[in-house]
Structure formats: C-alpha cells, structure tokens
C-alpha cells in the first residue's frame, strides 16, 4: 500500500503545477549567451571570485546559509529515523508527526515574515538557529515520545522562518538583472555541503556506540545536527544585514 503514496505524490504535483504551466505569464527571456556544458564550472568558479571582489557580504552569506540549512534539511530527514529508533515511534505515528510538523512550519513561516518585515531577515534567521539549537537540546534530553512531541515541533516551528527568511535575505542583496543566475548559486552552495549533516549525524552516533547503553547511540545523532547549526549561527553574525522593506 505505501507504493501508492509515490502515485499520488505525483498526481498531488501534476495538478498544482498545472497553474504555473496555463496560468503565469512566461519572463522574459535573458539575453545572456547560452554556455556550453563543458564550460559551466569555469563560468561558476569565476562568478564566485567577481562576488569576492565585488560583494563579500553576499558571498559568505551563501556560505553560511549553506552550512545551517543543511542543518535544516537534517531535522526533517533524520526526524522520522530518530522518533522510530530512540523514542518508539510506529509508522503510523511517524507519519502523523510529519503530517503535524509540516502544518506547524507553515505557520512558523508565516509568523516569520510578519516579523521579517519590521526586524529584517537576519534577525528572524538568527532567532529561529537559536531556538532550533534549544528545541533540539530538548529533544536530546527527552527521555519518553512526550518530550520528542513538545520539542519536536517546536523544532518545526523554527524551521519554517529560518528557511523562508534565508529567500528573503538572498532576494534583498542580489543586483537586479542577476536573480537567476544567484539564486541557482544558491541552490549549489547548500548542495556542496549536503554531506556535512548526514556524516556528523551518523559520526556522533559511532562515537556515542561504544559508550552509552544498548539503543540509546542513535539519540546523540541529534547533537551531530545541531553542531551544523550552531556552526552556520556562528558563520552568519558577522555578516551585516541588508535593508528591511518598506511599504
């Protein structure tokens, strides 16, 4: 029966996509000169060092946002592996938990972008790495699924105005002509540390494995990822902030 949820994914996809398809207007089209493949990562590595000469502050803000949204990306992909294996969870109950947990990082965005618009971006982004690094404390010293539910969320909650804020702050610093071209840098800065997460997760378990009691291992997996956090917190101070919006 769980094969019918890739089904029905797809399905889910196919029908909202088709707005974007019929609805939206196409943009224009750039005028840059199409590059061949072969010549893509010379294009890439030459973007980055005009961004070092030219805007540093955007430049080390993609790096730090790499660091803490893999961070990010490792509480909802380890979430379900660490609510089975060190609080009990059932399928079924992994599953409402993701269910929930969504539901709460939508409105922990929108709460975000209210305040986003009068703090800035950094502000709810530095909030929200402080609370996810408390809520993720909570969950490594919860002994029963209680505390795993109460923190648990709480860590969605810090997880959706962190993601939408980092967008937020991006779109403010990129030149006009160059959304493209800095958002897919982007999208390939957060791709080339996607190890870092996982290999901290599973190296802290190792370490724990020798250690602590039969079954318990898994659970200092947890401060693997809030290393990554704490790390792309402390990445993203010294960057300075870019303006707010205005109405």
């Known amino acids: ?6 089904v029905f994914s797809a399905a889910w996809c196919l029908l909202f996509a088709l707005p974007l398809f019929f609805v939206i207007p196409e943009a224009p089209p750039s005028t840059s000169k199409k590059i061949p493949l072969m010549l893509t990562y010379k294009v890439l590595f030459n973007n980055i060092r005009e961004l070092w000469r030219s805007d540093r502050n955007l430049l080390f803000f993609l790096c730090s946002s790499a660091v803490f949204r893999d ?12 609510a089975a294996g060190t ?13 929930v947990g969504n539901v709460v990082a939508a409105l922990g965005a929108v709460l975000g972008g209210r ?10 982004i530095v909030g929200s ?12 010293f919860s002994p029963e699924a209680a ?4 923190f648990g969320l709480l860590l969605c909650l810090f997880v959706g105005p962190a993601q939408a804020a980092s967008r937020s702050y991006l ?31 599973a190296g ?39 303006k707010k919006v205005t109405a």
């Open 1 to 6: 029966n769980l094969r019918w949820v890739a």
């Open 115 to 124: 305040i986003d618009d009068v703090a800035g971006p950094k502000a709810v």
């Open 171 to 201: 779109s403010r610093l990129i030149p006009e002509g160059r959304e493209g071209e800095l958002f897919g840098l982007y999208a390939t800065t957060g791709r080339a540390v996607s190890f870092l997460a996982p290999a901290l997760f």
């Open 129 to 140: 790495l402080i609370g996810l690094l408390v809520a993720g404390a909570g969950v490594f």
């Open 204 to 242: 802290a378990i190792a370490i724990a494995t020798p250690l602590v009691a039969s079954g318990q291992a898994q659970r200092y997996g947890i401060l693997g990822i809030l290393v990554v956090l704490a790390l792309g917190l402390l990445l993203l101070l010294p960057i300075r902030s870019p």
């Open 71 to 82: 961070g990010l990306a490792a509480i909802f992909t380890f979430g379900g592996v660490i």
């Open 147 to 150: 505390g795993f539910w109460i």
């Open 87 to 99: 609080f009990g969870f059932e399928l079924t109950e992994v599953i409402i938990f993701a269910i």
